[in-house]
């Protein structure tokens, strides 16, 4: 089966473009996350949005715009509750995350098993089909387009918010608050553009893995950035491909595969990589 | 020019006070030192200053400066030292507030950056990611990221601790500048002689005001022994 044939099927190619999507979309926001030492908030914003899916799913069966409005409903609830306990200095903020996040998983958990079975929580977190249908890749598609144009617009606060808070305090602005908010509403933007299809958690990998992997290759924000879009959407056609071949569903095979292309960035990279750091001379 | 007044000032941390009623003028154009013992209160009361904590009784009044505008460096800025951004990046973050969100670096401000750049020695590394700047060059380009603050009031908490002697003096005539500008400073130092050589007036404290004033009667052996005595005795409390 060559290449060809596999992307000439009009479900891979929907899934093809999806993948695309979302690479520009959520690799950015992942190198953003990594940045600030936020690693694991994309995955616990993945489950956090599971009750609003439930809830959803409960009020209007499996319809694709319920689901999407109840998870960023979840997703603002949650994220607007953790940064609230954080900003009581109680608890440091990913500890008051981990608290809400785990929470709503159960919530979530719950709601699922009560109403549509445990099949339907899989799915959400794993990645049901390789279909996205037109409304799903719209969904991608404006995420991507939105996550973007957010990112242009407000680069300069939310890389000033990551790199020094206490600066950012010292002037009257308030962290915690509208840009942090806005940051992790477009992950979970994202992530919701792609868990229909490819799972919320394997969503986060394609967020994450690339832009960590970029970490090899590039110095500045705009590097990595621009390094993780293009990992995360070769993983994401390199994993659609060999998931065809296996016939198995995408999510994880993409995931794996963003692992590999991160394995070979750690080798090879060319900011410090093994292979660089094993030879310092190769640097003069 | 700016001033702060200290009004019936109480500091401290989850309800326990560490500074005590304080009340006083950091005074206008000068550049005042905080000295003390560990645990006297000094960078408690910097962070009052720069609106950082919120005090448990009392007031800080600003006179001729906007809170937004203060510049405000402190002891350890927490910044992770990973992140992937350069040295230009970094002291542009001090046009922030002149900037808003939105409005982007115009001629005038790439002038202030390559001027406050130059200022602190660090011309033509621009583009070097923080990552690979030394110690010295991190602090220095702390430094010049206060200076692109342009602010009346500056405050600086050990500024010169754990550097070399040669970053020291050279940040110390950026200090001694910014005085000359008659820009307010307020600096914590641990160095007394810098402390002598830099502020013409003192604040020595221990919890409470132990002596305020022209450096040359504020900063005595017979002051800095009872800030000492006075904080051994709290200790003790505590």
Sequence with gaps: ?284 | MASVVLENLTLGYAGRPAVWRLDGVFAAGKATAIVGPNGAGKSTLLKALAGLIQPIAGRTRLDGVSRRDIAYLAQDSGIDRGFPITLDDLVALGLQARLGLFRGVGPAERRALETAIAAVGLGGLEARPIAALSGGQFQRALFARVMAQDSKLILLDEPFAAQDTRTIDHLADVVRRWSAECRTLVLVLHDLDLARALCAETLVLAGEVVAWGPTATALTPETLKRADVLAATSAVEA
């Design chain 1, 1 to 284: 089966m060559s290449a060809g044939v596999v992307i000439g099927d009009l479900a891979l190619r929907s899934a093809a473009a999806g993948g695309l999507a979302l690479a520009f979309g959520g690799a950015p926001l992942g190198v953003l996350l990594i940045a600030r030492r936020m690693s694991l908030s994309g995955d616990a914003l993945s489950h956090g949005i599971l009750p609003g899916a439930a809830i959803a799913y409960l009020l209007a069966g499996p319809n694709p715009l319920a689901l999407t409005a109840g998870a960023l409903i979840a997703a603002l609830v949650v994220v607007s509750l953790s940064s609230l306990l954080a900003r009581t200095r109680r608890l440091p903020e990913d500890a008051a995350f981990a608290v809400i996040y785990l929470s709503a998983l159960a919530l979530g958990v719950l709601l699922l098993a009560r109403t549509a079975g445990p099949e339907a929580l899989e799915a959400l977190l794993f990645g049901a089909t390789t279909a996205l249908d037109r409304g799903g890749l719209l969904l991608a598609a404006s995420a991507a387009t939105a996550t973007l144009a957010a990112l242009a617009l407000f680069i300069r606060g939310f890389v000033a918010e990551s790199v020094d808070p206490q600066f950012v305090r010292a002037q009257g602005g308030r962290t915690g608050g509208g840009l942090h908010i806005l940051l992790m509403m477009l992950v979970a933007l994202n992530l919701v553009a792609g868990f229909r299809a490819f799972g919320a958690l394997m969503t986060v990998g394609l967020m994450m893995i690339p832009a960590a992997g970029a970490r090899f290759w590039a110095r500045g924000f705009a590097g990595q950035a621009c390094v993780a879009i293009a990992l995360s959407a070769a993983s994401g056609i390199l994993g659609l491909l060999i998931a065809a071949r296996l016939g198995v569903e995408p999510g994880a095979v993409m995931t794996l595969a963003a692992a590999g292309l991160f394995a070979v960035s750690g080798l090879v990279g060319v900011n410090g990589g093994l292979a660089r750091s094993l030879k310092p001379s190769a640097r003069l």
